[in-house]
DNA sequence: AAACTAAGTTTCATTATTTGGGACTAATTT
DNA sequence: AAATTAGTCCCAAATAATGAAACTTAGTTT
């Protein structure tokens, strides 16, 4: 048992030395690397070595550390690109952040987590901690429990098994059977609230992104404080949320992808 | 010769084929690489599998088609939390960008390109492709050319010898020299413009963020376009772009890192 | 409906690469 | 100067990657 992704070969084991590095969260030293990792050492350096070489790992002489490096963030770049939803979404967020003053985030499901894929500050940003590619508990968001809702029951027990229900704040819910209720609420109204579950302050509300035929594509909320607003007059923009989704979900299954007409060529 | 990059065994092989898809801009069969590919079909669809299996790639089973995975969009945003300008430079960021109602930029040098590490939309944006991630040319735009004035001579013959000087607009700089000579006026000013040498109607002021010893870690610069502003107008903000390029550089080398006393944990 | 075609998947003997203990070197500490 | 620690390199044994060809669908054509 164990490796349940470690398993394909050489190329595995070597995407888990990034993961290795992206845990420590700052750059790090190849002997920290050593203690955090079962790989003998020459192998783990060798790992490096290639990441390093690959630009997939950066290291930087001045203080010899390895950190997570630039190809990645090329290649992210271009899943974003090629990910139908956040280039359509684009511009429908800049509207909606503009027109309501706050901010506003676009996120998708993945692996039973929230993953953001992209956000527009408020002209006057809060003091949170989210941005594009960060993941969140989808138990305890706004968006996470939108896009639970949209799901079949089999689904969100497989997700809700996945859950830590960890307690963030008083209003956190801590069980499936809060979640299971929220849901049945979420899917009457359409669209779902976070009343301080995750961060103490802040609140949103949420609608997901589904196609005519359900299929869920993500979710979009607008998020702001307790300090600036209410809940209730937060709810006052779920229809605008509401034509937005939609709006994004038309356009989605329009553009049936463009056939590469275009060349990419050019560059060089 | 040949083979500069995917020189490190098996980990490059399938790490190119990575880039392989993600030079397509969009979802791909397995087929269409195969074309563009010179391994064999069994290597190729190898590599495939186990890209998929690992989350770099992700499989959609209703149009058959591998895209870049999520597990990239994770692993860059942990390389851009790592990356010691660009979670410095966030506040500063949206201050310029509240400040002035611009669009500002923030970007760093990579492989003789600009590679785009954030953006700050103005509230009314620019219809303009730049974006978190992106790479563009060092040789036309702003940015590029006050970092390129930062760099030795040595340095700036590596990376103007990788340029391609394509001529985008009437005014793009197609030749060293010209490239140089303005150089030369960059460093007098301690500011650079792009004077829509790379989009038509697309004007910036940029100014490099350099360390006390010199040292380049990126550059700054605010955009507009031809219909709203001129570069006359748009240099009076040269002064206020140069103190906060000061200003990231001083919490750069104040904070030579956090030394981890917060543990990850918590999450799960 | 049978024959053809193309895309995707699996097999397996051969071949090339990874593996990792340990030796070596450089830098820091006692 | 000796000891400790961090980083780098080597090479025979072990293992994993390779890719031609066979096989399985799925989609067309006759």
């Known amino acids: 048992m164990a490796d349940t992704s470690s398993a394909d070969g050489t190329v595995g084991k070597a995407l888990s030395v990034l993961d290795l590095v992206a845990s420590f969260g700052r750059p790090v030293r190849f002997a920290e690397l050593q203690t955090k990792s079962d790989f003998p050492k020459a192998t783990l350096y060798r790992f490096v070595q290639t ?58 499901l993945d692996h039973g987590q929230v993953l953001y894929v ?97 299929r869920l594509l993500g979710a979009l909320s607008v998020t702001s404080a307790t300090t600036r607003t209410t809940l209730d007059q937060l709810e006052h923009h779920a229809p605008r949320l509401k034509n937005t989704a939609k709006a994004i979900a038309a356009e989605m299954s329009a553009w049936r992808f463009p056939d590469q007409t275009l060349t990419p060529a050019a560059a060089e």
Chains 1, 2 share one sequence.
């Open 118 to 214: 992209d956000k527009r500050n408020a002209a006057n940003p809060l003091p949170m901690y989210s941005e594009a590619g960060k993941v969140g508990p989808a138990y305890c968001t706004g968006v996470g429990k939108a896009m639970l809702a949209c799901l079949d029951d089999a689904t969100v027990q497989d997700i809700i098994a996945q859950q830590s229900f960890h307690r963030f704040t008083p209003t956190t819910l801590t069980s499936a059977e809060a979640l299971l209720a929220e849901l049945k609420d979420i899917r009457a109204d359409g669209h779902s609230f976070d009343r301080e579950e995750h961060e103490p302050g802040i609140i949103c509300v949420a609608v997901p992104i589904i196609t005519e035929r359900g």
């Open 51 to 108: 990441l390093t070489n690959q630009g997939m790992l950066a290291f930087n002489p001045e203080t010899q550390t390895y950190g997570l490096g630039i190809r990645l963030v090329r290649l992210a770049h271009g899943a974003w690109r090629q990910s139908s939803l956040a280039p359509i979404a684009q511009a429908h967020l800049d509207a909606l952040s503009l027109e309501l003053s706050e901010t506003v985030h676009l996120a998708q």
